[in-house]
């Protein structure tokens, strides 16, 4: 049988490319003279002016005391610290304050405030108008309030009215409020607004189920970014677990007569809340029945006649001491 043979031209390349041996690897010869290569290429002299002049200004520093801290503690979170030490965030109560900690509420954190059952959440929303109203006390602060709103709640329990909002206290011109469909879009909503700086106190209504540990988290993380404080008004009572630094329950309390000598004895009074305090951290748990009286009180706030010594906590009563045997106050809700 007759083959064919491999072509003159393949055959030649074929034999050149096996005949043609890897080149060897290349062998750095040692540097010679007396001088030899360095290891480690030398910093430029810029870079080596930079680092004397911050180890000069650090022995100074060292030398001079009590400047340092001083020198160090310019930011804005130094800034919030030494302002928020200066107008601690309150309820200007001392039966209620003492429950707080040291310094008074977080201002850039996030606070939970929860209906006590269905029916309660309008009083919830009243008593976070309240704190936010509290926390625009202030006299640096001039930034406007932002209320999320979750339209589901809207539709339910009704729109902001403006003119019950300034009778809180709380100027129109400073308030803001904003429209959701989605519960997960009020989240991101929240928690940019949170972040972004250019408000005092952000407002949202949060559906429970999406309370979780990670989405309050984000929104606690979010209000220390932006030196804002936040606000989660719990559509339901919520017993999970979350991140934020205080949690309120709210249930409707019976406002005392606006004129109780006068005719119209039926006429409601100021706006009044059974508040428990159910979680705070620094400072303790409490429950107490409170008025809002805007015009009438330095604190706005003031405890119903009657509970001014009742509480969750057990040795308040021996705190209290003599207010503790007044007569109980009508708690319903």
């Known amino acids: 049988m007759r083959t064919n043979p491999m072509p003159l031209r393949a055959a030649a390349a074929s034999a050149r490319l096996h005949a043609v041996p890897a080149p060897p690897p290349p062998v750095i010869a040692p540097a010679t003279g007396s001088a030899a290569a360095p290891a480690v290429a030398k910093a430029p002299p810029e870079r080596a002016e930079a680092q004397a002049l911050i180890a000069r200004l650090r022995e100074h520093i060292a030398r001079t005391p009590g400047q340092g801290e001083a020198a160090m503690s310019h930011g804005p979170h130094s800034r919030l610290r030494r302002r928020a030490d200066a107008h601690p965030w309150t309820l200007g109560l001392p039966e209620v304050d003492r429950f707080l900690p040291a310094g008074g509420l977080a201002v850039a954190g996030l606070h939970d405030v929860a209906p006590h059952a269905y029916g309660d959440f309008p009083s919830a929303c009243g008593f976070a108008l309240a704190l936010a109203v509290r926390r625009l006390a202030e006299a640096g602060e001039r930034r406007p309030v932002l209320w999320c709103r979750l339209e589901t709640e809207q539709r339910e329990y009704g729109y902001c009215f403006g003119h019950g909002v300034a009778g809180l206290g709380l100027p129109r011109a400073r308030f803001l409020t904003l429209s959701l469909r989605h519960p997960v879009a009020l989240l991101w909503t929240f928690e940019e607004a949170l972040k972004s700086g250019c408000l005092s106190v952000v407002l949202g209504d949060v559906a429970v189920q999406h309370a979780d540990l990670t989405a309050t988290r984000r929104l606690a993380l979010a209000g220390q970014a932006g030196r804002a404080s936040g606000i989660a008004v719990l559509t339901r009572n919520h017993q999970g677990s979350t991140a934020s630094t205080s949690r309120w329950c709210i249930a409707t309390s019976r406002s005392a007569p ?17 508040v428990s305090l159910t979680r705070i951290r620094g400072g303790r748990p409490g429950s107490w029945l409170l008025n809002w009286q805007k015009d009438h009180a330095t604190s706005c706030f003031t405890l119903v006649p009657g509970f001014s010594g009742g509480t969750l906590h057990p040795g308040a009563a021996e705190e209290a001491g003599s207010r503790a045997a007044a007569q109980p106050a009508l708690r319903v809700g």
């Open 258 to 274: 606006a004129d109780p000598a006068g005719l119209e004895t039926r006429v409601p009074g100021p706006p009044a809340w059974a």
